[in-house]
């Protein structure tokens, strides 16, 4: 029973949400019980699974908790870490959910200039995220000088794309070809980056996303048909 | 002889990963102190973009979608910075979402660092609306295709949407004249694509940082009227509204700010990478001599 019940909600919804699409809709003309139904399921099952999505934070949090609660009292590897996160957690929280600073009630703005949230937000948050960030710009570079050699031809050719599109997207690209007369426009730095961007990348993109699309389409099927348990916990 | 230019392709070829920090930190730093500008001109990508904000009639209602988070707004947030400001310059009406739970001060940073400062008549409510983030991803997409008071009862200040005139005539996102979002990764402008601009034929706009366009452009044009790319995109789209309208000409704009120290951190790696090959032609050459 506690698997059935879970099996047939995902069958019934999945069901209805992909005959959607199919009916036309009331305020389009579609007629008879059918069309009224698809379009009330269409827009409430949405708002039916954000109302799910925000018991997920819930669950989140209380796990978060509950993690590295266990560790700081185990006093496990790292668990000042853990402590750090509990208490940073915690602060946020409070400070967050009892709009401290800000504008009073329910209905005031948690991004208000006057909250603690807000000042947390620009003066930690954003500096902490920004120069984690930045500091992939040296892991990138040292990457490229290792990575981009001459080995072979398939090496050597994504050295030059990869040549034409780091130059051509800065000024200096356009500045350094900008002189070809416009019979070879298309080989000017700039215009070559972009072909290279949107002819052979879209390419080997269109490729990925068909693919990844028809794995999600089986997976999908796979989902609403029954056959595949293990996201209830089940086997394969 | 020889034996010596050998030596030095062993040495470029393995180069110490800290002399590339250094260089390219020293290069960086002084880009910055010298607050070195560079030309820059709209491409074909953001062109689209900015000539429907230029085009559309004014008062023309746009949804603006901020999915990115601290990390990513320095490619970002110029971009939105840009796009606010076109928009507000031409008599257009914003409203302003998120799917990141970080949006709701991303959205408060571009209402202060922009409107507050540039558009002092402009007013929340009348000429702009923030709702602001909800949790649901693509769901969120999907719930305000169909009705938009159905996810929000009312903006960040608490007023119902139907007492916003930014808002009026607005009931769902098929009423919006554009979208764009502004995406960092997922959710962002894939599903939206996928969820609005797609299924209900809705102009749609788009912004990503850089690792991320190039999974963008096979929407474009058909999807996606325009790309902005990460910083350049944006400066692109700085330059098209300093073609555009001659009041920006000479005001200071973030992203052509960035564009002197993202090309010469692009010509750096560069460098690094010809030394590198150097160093190992070098290094080949030698043992093909040996042998």
């Given at each position: 029973?506690r698997r059935?019940?879970?099996?047939?909600?995902?069958?019934?919804?999945?069901?209805?949400?992909?005959?959607?699409?199919?009916?036309?809709?009331?305020?389009?003309?579609?007629?008879?019980?059918?069309?009224?139904?698809?379009?009330?399921?269409?827009?409430?099952?949405?708002?039916?699974?954000?109302?799910?999505?925000?018991?997920?934070?819930?669950?989140?949090?209380?796990?978060?908790?509950?993690?590295?609660a266990?560790?700081?009292?185990?006093?496990?590897?790292?668990?000042?870490?853990?402590l750090?996160?509990?208490?940073?957690?915690?602060a946020?929280?409070?400070?967050?959910?009892?709009?401290?600073?800000?504008?009073?009630?329910?209905?005031?703005?948690?991004?208000?200039g006057?909250s603690?949230?807000?000042?947390i937000?620009?003066?930690?948050?954003?500096?902490?995220?920004?120069?984690?960030?930045?500091?992939?710009?040296?892991?990138?570079?040292s990457?490229?000088?290792?990575?981009?050699?001459?080995?072979?031809?398939e090496?050597?050719?994504?050295?030059?794309?990869?040549?034409?599109?780091?130059?051509?997207?800065?000024?200096?690209?356009?500045?350094?070809?900008?002189?070809?007369?416009?019979?070879?426009?298309?080989?000017?730095?700039?215009?070559?980056?972009?072909?290279?961007?949107?002819?052979?990348?879209?390419?080997?993109?269109?490729?990925?996303?068909?693919?990844?699309?028809?794995?999600?389409?089986?997976?999908?099927?796979?989902?609403?048909?029954?056959?595949?348990?293990?996201?209830?916990?089940?086997?394969? | 002889?020889?034996?010596?230019?050998?030596?030095?392709?062993?040495?470029?070829?393995?180069?110490?990963?800290?002399?590339?920090?250094?260089?390219?930190?020293?290069?960086?730093?002084?880009?910055?102190?010298?607050?070195?500008?560079?030309?820059?001109r709209?491409?074909?990508?953001?062109?689209?973009?900015?000539?429907?904000?230029?085009?559309?009639?004014?008062?023309?209602?746009?949804l603006?979608?901020?999915?990115?988070?601290?990390?990513?707004?320095?490619?970002?947030?110029?971009?939105?910075?840009?796009?606010?400001?076109?928009?507000?310059?031409?008599?257009?009406?914003?409203?302003?979402?998120?799917?990141y739970?970080?949006g709701?001060?991303?959205?408060?940073?571009?209402?202060?660092?922009?409107?507050?400062?540039?558009?002092?008549?402009?007013?929340?409510?009348?000429?702009?609306?923030?709702?602001g983030?909800?949790?649901?991803?693509?769901?969120?997409?999907?719930?305000l295709?169909?009705?938009?008071?159905?996810?929000?009862?009312g903006d960040?200040?608490?007023r119902?949407?139907?007492?916003?005139?930014?808002?009026?005539?607005?009931?769902?996102?098929?009423?919006?004249?554009?979208?764009?979002?502004?995406?960092?990764?997922?959710?962002?402008?894939?599903?939206?694509?996928?969820?609005?601009?797609?299924?209900?034929?809705?102009?749609?706009?788009?912004?990503?940082?850089?690792?991320?366009?190039?999974?963008?452009?096979?929407?474009?044009?058909?999807?996606?009227?325009?790309?902005?790319?990460?910083?350049?995109?944006?400066a692109?789209?700085?330059?098209a509204?300093?073609?555009?309208?001659?009041?920006?000409?000479?005001?200071?704009?973030?992203?052509?700010?960035?564009?002197?120290?993202?090309?010469?951190?692009?010509?750096?790696?560069?460098?690094?990478?010809?030394?590198?090959?150097?160093?190992?032609?070098?290094?080949?050459?030698?043992?093909?001599?040996a042998?």
């Amino acid at each position: 029973m506690r698997r059935l019940i879970p099996r047939l909600i995902l069958t019934v919804v999945g069901v209805v949400l992909v005959l959607t699409p199919f009916f036309v809709r009331p305020e389009a003309g579609g007629r008879g019980p059918l069309p009224v139904f698809f379009a009330y399921a269409d827009e409430n099952f949405s708002v039916w699974f954000n109302v799910l999505a925000v018991f997920a934070f819930i669950l989140g949090g209380a796990n978060l908790l509950r993690t590295h609660a266990l560790r700081v009292r185990e006093r496990g590897r790292d668990w000042p870490y853990s402590l750090l996160t509990l208490v940073a957690f915690t602060a946020v929280l409070v400070l967050g959910l009892f709009k401290v600073g800000g504008p009073p009630g329910l209905q005031g703005s948690v991004s208000h200039g006057d909250s603690a949230l807000t000042w947390i937000f620009d003066w930690i948050y954003m500096p902490l995220k920004s120069t984690l960030f930045a500091l992939l710009a040296f892991f990138v570079a040292s990457a490229a000088y290792r990575a981009f050699r001459l080995r072979s031809w398939e090496a050597s050719l994504l050295l030059a794309a990869a040549f034409v599109v780091l130059i051509g997207r800065t000024p200096f690209g356009v500045t350094l070809t900008a002189w070809l007369p416009n019979v070879l426009r298309f080989l000017r730095l700039d215009e070559l980056s972009i072909w290279i961007m949107k002819v052979p990348n879209t390419a080997g993109w269109r490729s990925i996303l068909i693919g990844i699309s028809l794995g999600v389409v089986a997976m999908s099927l796979r989902l609403i048909l029954g056959i595949e348990h293990a996201v209830l916990g089940g086997r394969r | 002889m020889r034996r010596r230019g050998a030596d030095w392709g062993a040495r470029l070829a393995g180069l110490d990963r800290r002399w590339i920090y250094l260089i390219l930190a020293a290069g960086l730093i002084l880009t910055l102190l010298t607050g070195l500008r560079l030309p820059e001109r709209p491409s074909i990508l953001v062109e689209p973009l900015y000539e429907r904000v230029e085009n559309l009639p004014p008062g023309s209602p746009i949804l603006l979608s901020l999915d990115y988070t601290p990390s990513t707004a320095p490619e970002l947030e110029p971009m939105a910075f840009a796009v606010v400001r076109h928009a507000l310059l031409k008599g257009h009406r914003l409203c302003f979402v998120s799917l990141y739970p970080e949006g709701d001060n991303q959205i408060a940073r571009v209402t202060e660092g922009v409107i507050a400062r540039e558009f002092p008549a402009v007013r929340a409510g009348r000429d702009f609306a923030v709702l602001g983030y909800k949790a649901g991803n693509e769901m969120v997409i999907n719930a305000l295709a169909q009705r938009l008071d159905s996810m929000y009862a009312g903006d960040l200040e608490g007023r119902p949407l139907a007492e916003l005139p930014a808002l009026a005539g607005v009931h769902r996102l098929a009423d919006f004249a554009l979208v764009v979002a502004f995406s960092a990764g997922t959710p962002g402008l894939k599903e939206w694509i996928l969820f609005a601009g797609d299924p209900l034929g809705l102009p749609l706009g788009g912004g990503c940082n850089g690792a991320g366009a190039p999974q963008f452009l096979p929407y474009f044009p058909h999807q996606l009227l325009g790309l902005m790319g990460g910083i350049k995109g944006a400066a692109e789209y700085e330059a098209a509204l300093r073609l555009g309208h001659p009041e920006f000409h000479q005001r200071t704009m973030r992203a052509t700010e960035g564009m002197g120290p993202q090309a010469v951190a692009h010509c750096i790696i560069i460098a690094f990478v010809l030394l590198g090959n150097l160093g190992l032609l070098l290094s080949r050459r030698r043992r093909e001599d040996a042998t």
